[in-house]
């Protein structure tokens, strides 16, 4: 097979092409150039796309003898991914910016080009197990990335490679320096890629500007604070709220509810947080079929931790569902990713971005 490998300049990818050479595929490798300011530099883990990441994966590309190209995907990444995010946070919503980039980049336009050019697979340093077509969580659960992959489409399955998600990360570091890979150290990429200062309030409001509003008691109505936008909150939140210590009972507040049509950030006790119900819309189904009845699952909500047990149905393009256990901190703009109970929770079935929350108890 004719393999197109994804070398972000990390030791994942690196692990992940060399295992594709030794499969005995074609292999040549690929830096793709997301930063509209290329000359940026990495700062310890944070930042991405700098001039180091791809002399990292060039100089790893060398060391394993396959060809390697530095492909331009700026605009396109801003486009789908960086707008996207601003336009969310914008909206009240609480996106996850890695979540796009596989639905919108590595899977869909840097999938499409590989086609075109007569490859048949992408391979990325993911953390996930595809098996006969069929996503799974992988084998290292701290570094497990089967969530942010849970967007993908069957036909972007059936084109995807992720060679290092059977193995422990850190066995993977011993091999890269067994192979001579120079990045077998390096630390991981954290925090946002494309916000390297980690400030995402200060990147937020740069790009929306000053949207006044107040920040509301939940249960009183009363205005105890005013903010700068909507943007600079996300649902669960407990710091940085701008209000004058805690509630009256002594208990700290967290944000319950984002309005952006008025430009209310609404705070309340942890009891508000709890979520029974979940609407998502833009489903998608793994496997290609959608579900004609109710299903058991276990649903995440965030990319570590968010767990509960649910019933699931497809409803008009979207998924309700029913939590058996409340989730709290779920936020609109985030996905929610459907995984099958009877598989020991690994197998992946589905998602959808959470569309609307209920906090009324099922009776499951």
């Known amino acids: 097979m004719r393999i197109l490998a994804a070398m972000s300049g990390g030791v994942d990818s690196a692990v992940a092409a060399a295992r594709a050479v030794d499969a005995g595929h074609d292999v040549v490798g690929v830096h793709l150039a997301l930063s509209t300011a290329?000359?940026?530099?990495?700062?310890?883990?944070?930042?991405?796309?700098?001039?180091?990441?791809?002399?990292?994966?060039r100089r790893a590309a060398d060391v394993l003898g396959i060809p390697f190209y530095v492909w331009d995907f700026a605009e396109r990444f801003k486009e789908d991914v960086i707008d996207d995010f601003v336009a969310s946070y914008a909206?009240?919503?609480?996106?996850?910016?890695?979540?796009?980039?596989?639905?919108?980049?590595?899977?869909?336009?840097?999938?499409?080009?590989?086609?075109?050019?007569?490859?048949?697979?992408?391979?990325?340093g993911h953390y996930a197990r595809l098996e006969n077509g069929t996503l799974r969580r992988a084998v290292d659960g701290d570094k497990d990335q089967s969530y942010v992959l849970g967007v993908l489409t069957a036909d972007q399955l059936s084109r995807a490679m992720f060679p290092v998600g059977d193995t422990p990360k850190d066995r993977i570091r011993e091999e890269a320096a067994e192979r001579g890979l120079a990045v077998a150290d390096k630390p991981d990429s954290h925090?946002?890629?494309?916000?390297?200062?980690?400030?995402?309030?200060?990147?937020?409001?740069a790009h929306i500007g000053v949207r006044p509003g107040s920040v509301v008691d939940a249960d009183s109505g009363k205005i105890l604070a005013e903010h700068e936008g909507v943007h600079g909150f996300t649902i669960g939140q407990r710091k940085?709220?701008?209000?004058?210590?805690?509630?009256?009972?002594?208990?700290?507040?967290?944000?319950?509810?984002?309005?952006?049509?008025?430009?209310?950030?609404?705070?309340?006790?942890?009891?508000?947080?709890?979520?029974?119900?979940?609407?998502?819309?833009?489903?998608?189904?793994?496997?290609?079929?959608?579900?004609?009845?109710?299903?058991?699952?276990?649903?995440?909500?965030?990319?570590?931790?968010?767990?509960?047990?649910?019933?699931?149905?497809?409803?008009?393009g979207g998924i309700a569902i029913m939590l058996r256990q409340p989730l709290t901190g779920v936020a609109k703009g985030q996905a929610v990713v459907l995984y099958r109970p009877d598989s020991g929770g690994d197998v992946v079935l589905g998602s959808g971005t959470i569309a609307g929350t209920g906090n009324t108890p099922n009776p499951l």
């Open 91 to 124: 909206a009240g919503e609480t996106p996850n910016p890695c979540l796009r980039c596989n639905e919108k980049i590595k899977f869909s336009a840097l999938a499409d080009r590989a086609a075109a050019l007569g490859f048949d697979a992408v391979a990325t």
């Open 191 to 205: 925090d946002i890629c494309f916000i390297p200062s980690g400030d995402t309030r200060a990147f937020l409001g």
């Open 240 to 316: 940085g709220l701008g209000v004058e210590g805690p509630a009256a009972d002594g208990r700290p507040r967290y944000v319950t509810a984002i309005e952006p049509e008025t430009g209310t950030v609404r705070v309340g006790s942890a009891a508000n947080l709890d979520v029974w119900f979940i609407s998502a819309e833009r489903a998608v189904w793994t496997s290609g079929q959608v579900p004609e009845a109710p299903l058991e699952c276990t649903v995440q909500v965030r990319a570590h931790g968010g767990l509960a047990e649910a019933v699931a149905e497809a409803v008009d």
């Open 38 to 57: 290329p000359g940026a530099l990495r700062t310890g883990s944070r930042g991405c796309c700098s001039k180091e990441d791809a002399g990292d994966a």
